[in-house]
C-alpha cells in the first residue's frame, strides 16, 4: 500500500531558510517545492496543487501576503501558513488573518512547525490523486 505524501509549497526569498526547512520537512516525509520569488511561487501554484503553503511575507520585490488571494483562488482548501522576522503592524496582520490559516514569527522551532503542520493536516484529505 502507498502512502500519499503531503505536498508543501515553501516560499521565502532565503536559500538558507529554503534549505533548512527542505531538510527538516524532508525527513518528515513531506514532497517538498520551494519558490524564492512570487512571481516563481504563482507560476508553480497554477500548474500543482498543494496540500500546505509557507509563506514568508518579505520575499524582496513583493510581499508574501499578496499571494494570499490567488492561493484562496486556485486551492482554498490548502493550509497556508505565514511567517516573519518582522513584526507587522495590526492592520498588516488583520490583512494576513484573512486569508492565512496560521501566523508565526521566525525563527520557527521545527518541532513547533512539525506539530502545527500534523494538526492540522489531520483528518484533511491530501490532494494528490492516486490514479
Not at 10 to 34: A, F, H, K, Q, W
Not at 48 to 77: R, Y
Not at 90 to 112: C, M, Q, Y
Request: hydrophobic share 35%; proline share 5%.
Amino acid at each position: 500500500m502507498t502512502e500519499n505524501k503531503r505536498s508543501i509549497l515553501i516560499i521565502d526569498d532565503n536559500p538558507s531558510i529554503l534549505r533548512t526547512m527542505t531538510r527538516v520537512l524532508s525527513r518528515e516525509g513531506y514532497d517538498l517545492y520551494t519558490a524564492q520569488t512570487g512571481k516563481e511561487a504563482s507560476e508553480k501554484l497554477s500548474t500543482k496543487k498543494f496540500d500546505v503553503a509557507l509563506i514568508d511575507v518579505g520575499l524582496g520585490e513583493t510581499l508574501g501576503t499578496d499571494l494570499l488571494p490567488l492561493m484562496n483562488k486556485v486551492a482554498p482548501s490548502m493550509l497556508k501558513i505565514v511567517f516573519t522576522g518582522t513584526p507587522m503592524s495590526k492592520g498588516t496582520l488583520d490583512e494576513v488573518n484573512r486569508g492565512a490559516d496560521v501566523f508565526l514569527l521566525k525563527p520557527v522551532k521545527p518541532e513547533i512547525l512539525i506539530g502545527i503542520l500534523e494538526e492540522k493536516l489531520k483528518g484533511k484529505t491530501s490532494t494528490i490523486s492516486t490514479h
